[in-house]
């Protein structure tokens, strides 16, 4: 099946700075990519919708201007939790639909980012 | 509103067979799913249905009746690694998932 790689796998930083993460579809190209949040016991939470060559579409209650999210090219989207604090310690996953002639929607996941803001 | 039922939390014994039960309200339906997820990593696609009836996959099978808005993943022969949270997730109307809280599922010996 697809192949979805997610980078990095976990990250620690300090409260106040900024985290990249990046989500890359290896193997086939993804127009739309998904970014969810999960707390620990926790179904996944969609933050937002990510559109190659557009703005991402955020669910009501994600902010924006903190967790911004790029889709430059059909295979990299990428989120950057911006000026961090220990209330956005969390995994972040995210997934790419792969689309053709008999397009399930099957969604590909990565393997998820663990995120710890001292 | 859209809304996905599943039980929280079940167990079963190695060996069994188990079914965990999935009730979905949504706009629209392009698709019921089903994925595994291992405590610490991401979901793993198990099944899709779009159609009314049972669709086998080795160990797991799942169903769909659409006229009643309910889903369930059947497991035989369960193993130890089959202890997981299960997922069950709609594909409404805009093709967006929506997603339940997980069935943990507990293996015994």
């Known amino acids: 099946g697809a192949v979805v790689s997610q980078h990095p796998s976990r990250v620690i930083c300090k409260s106040g700075t900024s985290v990249k993460i990046e989500c890359r579809s290896l193997?086939?190209?993804?127009?739309?990519m998904f970014w969810y949040r999960q707390f620990p016991k926790q179904s996944l939470m969609l933050m937002a919708t990510s559109n190659e060559g557009s703005k991402a579409t955020y669910e009501q209650g994600v902010e924006k201007d903190k967790f911004l999210i790029n889709h430059a090219s059909l295979t990299l989207s990428t989120l950057t939790v911006t000026s961090a604090h220990p209330e956005d310690s969390s995994f972040y996953i995210c997934s790419a639909r792969e689309h053709s002639g008999g397009d399930t929607g099957e969604l590909f996941f990565g393997e998820g980012s663990r995120l710890t803001v001292l | 509103g859209q809304n996905i039922d599943q039980p929280t939390e079940m167990t079963a014994t190695e060996g069994a067979i188990v079914q965990i039960n999935c009730t979905y309200q949504?706009?629209?339906?392009?698709?019921l799913f089903w994925y595994q997820q291992h405590a610490g990593e991401a979901p793993t696609f198990l099944s899709y249905n779009v159609l009314d009836g049972l669709e086998e996959k080795g160990r797991f099978s799942s169903f769909l009746s659409r006229s009643k808005g309910y889903s369930y993943l059947l497991l035989k022969e369960l193993q130890m690694k089959d202890s997981a949270s299960y997922l069950c997730s709609s594909m409404d109307s805009n093709y967006q998932l929506i997603w339940g809280a997980g069935t943990k599922l507990i293996i015994k010996p």
């Open positions: 193997d086939f190209q993804a127009t739309t």
């Open positions: 949504t706009s629209g339906f392009n698709g």
